[in-house]
C-alpha cells in the first residue's frame, strides 16, 4: 500500500482493491474505504460549490466535518493527489 499524507486527507491507496483507505480528514481519524464511484461522486460534488465557500462533507453519513473556504485548495489538492491512484490504474 502506499501512503498519501495530504493537507486535509491522508490514507492509503490499495492497489489490490484499487481502493482509497481514508485514514484521516482533517485532524480527525477515520478509518473508511472510497472506491472510485464515492471519489467521483465527492469530487463531483466539490466542483458544485466555490472555492470561497465553506462546504460540509459527511464521514459514514454521520459525522459532519466542516471545510472552510480556506481550506478548499488544500482539499482540492488533496483530491487531485489522490485521483492520480486511479489515473494510473486506466
Do not use: C
Not at 4 to 28: A, C, P
Not at 69 to 77: I, P
Amino acid at each position: 500500500m502506499e501512503k498519501y499524507d495530504g493537507q486535509v486527507l491522508s490514507g492509503e491507496w490499495d492497489d489490490v482493491t484499487s481502493e482509497f483507505i481514508l485514514k484521516r480528514v482533517k485532524q480527525i481519524d477515520v478509518q473508511s474505504v472510497l472506491t472510485e464511484k464515492q471519489f467521483t461522486r465527492l469530487r463531483s460534488y466539490l466542483e458544485t460549490h466555490q472555492l470561497n465557500e465553506s462546504i460540509m462533507i459527511t464521514l459514514h453519513d454521520q459525522i459532519p466535518i466542516m471545510i472552510a473556504a480556506e481550506q478548499r485548495n488544500e482539499l482540492d489538492s488533496d483530491i487531485a493527489g489522490i485521483a492520480q491512484y486511479w489515473d494510473e490504474t486506466t
